[in-house]
């Protein structure tokens, strides 16, 4: 089956450093997502990409959706206290009439102040 | 108001036990899932519901019987639980036409 490999699965910074995580497939995607999950919470989106090559920010946020479609990159600038939790990224495919995202295993940011 | 709800928060219970989890939706999605995330943090699709009919069943054990009664409610029902059960299961529904999944906050499962 598909599989996403997440990469780092963790890091610990200081408030203020840029941090940077990826996400590999063994299989193309036609679009990926970047979500957040806070601590005692549910994922929440924080990127959509839906082209090759395509660049997009959400603030101090930005991610790539790689040329292959293969991969895509997350980056986030300056980072403070709350960007603290476990981000994931995620390759969204039709199957029939079903949509399914599946996950890659995640990327822990612990930021200290 | 909340998007997607789901009760229990937390259901601690005894080995062999039949539970279940309810999840609804106030988005007027048409799809719904199921997801499961180990110790490890992996989030890993169960089920699939598309307009109450089951889309998706990712190789579950047959313990675990999904039951979408209508479009805002998909619950999940678990018989006979195992320790290996321990886990935190999401609800999540997403509109037909779009890629976005909104979460529940999730119920936390402890089997003893």
């Known amino acids: 089956g598909q599989q996403l490999n997440q990469s780092p699965q963790s890091m610990f910074i200081q408030e203020g450093e840029d941090v940077s995580m990826n996400c590999t497939s063994s299989s193309i995607f036609n679009t990926w997502l970047w979500y957040k999950q806070d601590p005692g919470e549910g994922p929440v989106l924080l990127i959509a990409l839906y082209k090759a090559g395509e660049l997009t920010s959400n603030g101090r946020l930005t991610a790539q959706f790689g040329i292959t479609r293969k991969d895509s990159f997350l980056n986030i600038s300056a980072s403070i206290p709350s960007d603290v939790g476990i981000y994931f990224c995620?390759?969204?495919?039709?199957?029939?009439?079903?949509?399914?995202?599946?996950f890659g295993d995640g990327t822990t940011l612990t930021v200290k102040p | 108001d909340t998007a997607v709800s789901q009760t229990p928060k937390y259901l601690v219970t005894q080995m062999g036990n039949d539970k279940s989890i309810k999840c609804e939706q106030n988005l007027g999605h048409d799809t719904m899932y199921w997801y499961k995330q180990d110790s490890k943090k992996f989030l890993k699709i169960m089920f699939s519901y598309n307009n109450k009919e089951l889309i998706i069943n990712e190789t579950v054990p047959n313990r675990f019987s999904p039951k979408s009664p209508d479009k805002a409610h998909l619950n999940l029902h678990i018989n006979s639980l195992e320790l290996g059960d321990s886990a935190v299961y999401f609800c999540a529904s997403r509109d037909g036409g779009a890629y976005e999944q909104y979460f529940g906050p999730g119920t936390r499962l402890t089997v003893t």
């Open positions: 995620a390759g969204f495919t039709y199957n029939t009439n079903a949509g399914k995202s599946t």
